[in-house]
């Protein structure tokens, strides 16, 4: 029997995009229920964590590269608040980003990267091959040079996703700890889900914030269902023992055989290294081949690495929207608001996605920053068929 359960907000999906909305609309004043049946789960429990508006940038990206910094600012203040609150540490560590190449193509990369990067506005630092293993002893001899990135930070997306629910507990947030199976509709509005429990839960605004999941959602009318799809990203996670600390003291990362490869060392001795990009639908598998190639690119990389015990392989699945930028916001049908497709800028894009999300269930309106990345950019028109 469906009982209704009546909030002034519904969040569809407790990832870390989710509980960010969440907890910033309690905070707002408004009466605010996440339905996710492992509140926390999702992308972030791979996320390897990089906070890198500046190397992660890419051509025809600016607009996006706007939101990301952006986000990058509010980090230390938004790590601070959330450990005030909870007492619970989320890894932020101001530790930058060296970004180097292996082979003359690879620099030649590097270098036009570094001129968009300055083109952008952005700081970096062009090092020689030399100046590279100064800085990180590890890196193998072949490599010719790289970028150095002060700016580029990171966070334990695990940790913050535990922090992240806990703050929503105390700011008041109701966990409906089950799938939501179907959006309700009621004289052309939006008005809550009903749960995989059978409950109602009924909402003035309800929110979708499913990750990858996002498109899936039974009851949302074709003309606004999200054109989200999941790209495929195995991870590995490797423990430096104390002997061999400290083993690398920043972010690093190069392309190399053409796939980009990262070393992102926690100050708590793990070790992550990844990350896969295949397109594979809604395959969560760990294969022989992805890990392999993880190893063997991050061994040209760091040849000491191979040395280190391997205590984890993950994959998971990022959310790609049409132009893999995010969709924020209200879409065409009254009571329904997006918060998805962040695909590899999730955890860097939390904080300003909390803002922005509560700002616009507040007051009706989108921030500046966000206007650009509304859901109604595309029109009905570019709508991608669904996934079975």
Known sequence: MSSPRTSDVLVIGGGIIGLVTAWRAAQRGLATAVADPEP??????VAAGMLAAVTELHYGEQTLLGLNLASARRYPDFAAELTELTGLDV???RCGTLAVALDADDRTHLRELHALQRQSGLESEWLSGRECRRLEPMLAPGVRGGLRADGDHQVDPRRLAGALTAACERAGVVFHRTWAERLTVAAG????????????????????????????????PQDVLPAVRPVKGQVLRLAVPARCAPFLSRTVRAVVRGSHVYLVPRENGELVVGATSEELGWDTTVTAGGVYELLRDAHELVPGITELPLTETRAG???????????????????????????????????????????????????????????RRFGAAALMEQPA
């Open 91 to 93: 890894g932020y560590r």
């Open 317 to 375: 699945l990022r959310p790609g929207s049409l132009d893999n930028a995010p969709l924020l916001g209200p879409t065409e049908l009254p009571g329904l608001l997006l918060a998805t497709g962040h695909y590899r800028n999730g955890v860097l894009l939390t904080p300003v996605t909390g803002d922005a999300m509560a700002e616009v269930l507040v007051t009706g309106e989108l921030p500046d920053e966000a206007r650009p990345f509304s859901p």
């Open 40 to 45: 926390g789960g999702g992308a972030a429990q």
């Open 189 to 220: 509005r939006a008005t809550g889900a009903v749960l995989r429990d059978g409950t109602t839960a009924a909402a003035e605004q309800t929110v979708l914030a499913g990750g990858s999941l996002s498109g899936r959602l039974a009851g949302v």
